[in-house]
């Protein structure tokens, strides 16, 4: 890794310096040392390549090919598509159409999201936890970008194989990303490090949904019991609301019940059974259904109760032994069943949120608590982030609506963000669960009462009909 240095304006410095070099865009011939005039400025007694070894992300590759699938546009498609295209009639044509799909649409994605990191300055791309994130991404672009055109069923199966080695070897991206960002606070503004982490997990949903929405449809597709014009009742081992992985009639008040007592119940495996945890009280349109990929859902309020519910012990509960049978204020949580949205507000009296903590609430980067977040973070080797991990590592287990009939469901595009225990905090929690709700075209937003309590809104758009918002300013 790179040593740190002072780093001057980039336009204070003469273009062959070698701070000039590392402040360079990752881009083109920057990639790697091969910039003579760059490798010549060091000075000779320690040269760049006295330096440890770098990562093989930093090594160079032509941009040609890269160059031409940035040249491409994502292709972006809503919830209503996903159920329309995965609903009746599901047959091999209809497979053979969506892996296509997405064996065209993954590495232009990919690319962009290469072409980005390649835009960092080079000190921050030579950061490890960066440079791994760049190494899987250019190994996935190269593995789906050679993949043929899927002809039949087999050719379909095999490719499967490919996208499912990918998702796994994907679940190290998150941590990886969160801990070079915060290492790299310091070499860029925390705006700009904040645009950037948005754009790459917006995209990393994406890409996990078309992929597991396709492995979804195979394994129905090839279930004993499928036929062109099934039931889905007819399947034993699928659920009739599940389209692949969307879930057609989503309960709101059962998702936050489930999401509730999986958060209780972690809280009392860390701090013992006798300890209080919040009552969680539901009001407002309790008979709410929609269309929802479950686990987004899932992961969001689960965040957010989790927030609710550490802050009110926090708050109100001393761990004394005298303390065992304090009766904490509840949290309660609003179901709004509007005309285009669903809208669920979290309310506690956790004392609100701190005003040095305010400024930097949905940063990735920045926070008085950084250090302690790398730390944490470097427990947490692999995140994927929703409940079924969750439930998978946890002691205490509570089905979950997403394994309904599903027994042999395959890990989720989230999964081990929700297993951590209470105190293990990653700083996380609010920036991701608004990078999932923005995605559908949702809102997250957090009113903070200092001394008294918290709201939170989180806004769904209920109808599907939104597409994908890949980034914050398109693709």
Known sequence: MLPRLPYPSRAALK?????????????????????????????QEAPIASLPNLAPSLRWRSSTVLDSYVEKPARPISLRQLIFFGGRNLDETRILNSANYVRTELPTRIAHRIRDMQKLPYVVVTNPHISHVYDLYYKAFENMRKVPEIKSIDDNDKFCAIVKKALKEHLSIIPNLAMGVLEC?????????????????RSRISRRVIAEQHLALTDTFNSPFHFPDYSPFQQPNSHPDFVGEVF????????VERCGKLAQDLVRERYGAETPVPEIIIEGHLDTTFPYILSHLEYMIGELLRNSIQA??????????????????????LICHAPHHIIFRVSDRGGGIPPEELPHLWSFSKGPRTQARLENLARV????????????????????????????????SLSSLTSRPPNLRLGMGLPMSRVYAEYWAGKLELHSLEGYGTDVFLQISKLGNKSEQLTLDGL
């Not at 606070?185 to 997990?201: G, R, T, V």
């Not at 009639?249 to 998702?255: D, I, L």
């Open 15 to 43: 273009p062959t310096s070698p701070l000039a070099c590392i402040n360079k865009p990752f881009t083109h011939s920057w990639r790697g040392l091969s910039n003579s005039a760059c490798r010549n400025s060091f000075p």
């Open 185 to 201: 606070k310091d070499l860029l503004p925390a705006a700009e490090i904040d645009h950037f982490m948005n754009k790459l997990l």
């Open 248 to 255: 057609l009639r989503c309960n709101a008040k059962e998702v």
């Open 312 to 333: 009110t012990i926090e708050k109100h509960h001393s761990f004394s032994s005298s303390a065992a049978k304090t009766k904490l204020p509840p949290i309660t949580v």
């Open 381 to 412: 080797p692999t995140m994927a982030a929703t409940m079924q991990e969750l439930i998978k590592n946890s002691h205490t287990h509570t089905s979950s609506a997403t394994d309904i009939g599903r027994p042999n469901r395959p890990e989720s």
